[in-house]
């Protein structure tokens, strides 16, 4: 099993930025992929990006140049860094894992992030 941590989210105005941090602990070395997903009011949750064990990252087209993916392997931490945020970027975002095949996942409990206009 793993455990996955969120931090980092908050309100920010529209044009600003945010940096989400993911903590992973537990069988961090079962870990195939991990991802960001958000919940906006009302809306099914999506996904926002992935990110392999090789590092190759994948984008949501609604974030891609704006957003940054990335891992810190020696602190067990993924990171989403949030540039140039807009009102419809508010949500809760979780962090995701998928350990073993076929994969079982695993979330964090989700952090708030609000864009004021």
């Known amino acids: 099993q793993v455990q996955l941590v969120e931090s980092g989210g908050g309100l920010v105005q529209a044009g600003g930025s945010l940096r989400l941090s993911c903590a992973a602990s537990?069988?961090?070395?079962?870990?195939?992929?991990m991802g960001w997903y958000r919940q906006a009011p009302g809306k099914q949750r999506e996904l926002v990006a992935t990110?392999?064990?090789?590092?190759?990252?994948n984008y949501a087209d609604s974030v891609k140049g704006r957003f940054t993916f990335s891992r810190d392997n020696a602190k067990n931490t993924v990171s989403l860094q949030m540039n140039s945020l807009k009102p419809e970027d508010t949500a809760v975002y979780y962090c995701?894992?998928?350990?073993?095949?076929?994969?079982?996942?695993?979330w964090g409990q989700g952090t708030q992030v609000t864009v004021s206009s």
């Open positions: 990110i392999t064990r090789g590092s190759s990252t």
């Open positions: 995701n894992a998928g350990l073993g095949w076929p994969p079982a996942y695993y």
């Open positions: 537990g069988s961090i070395g079962s870990i195939n992929a």
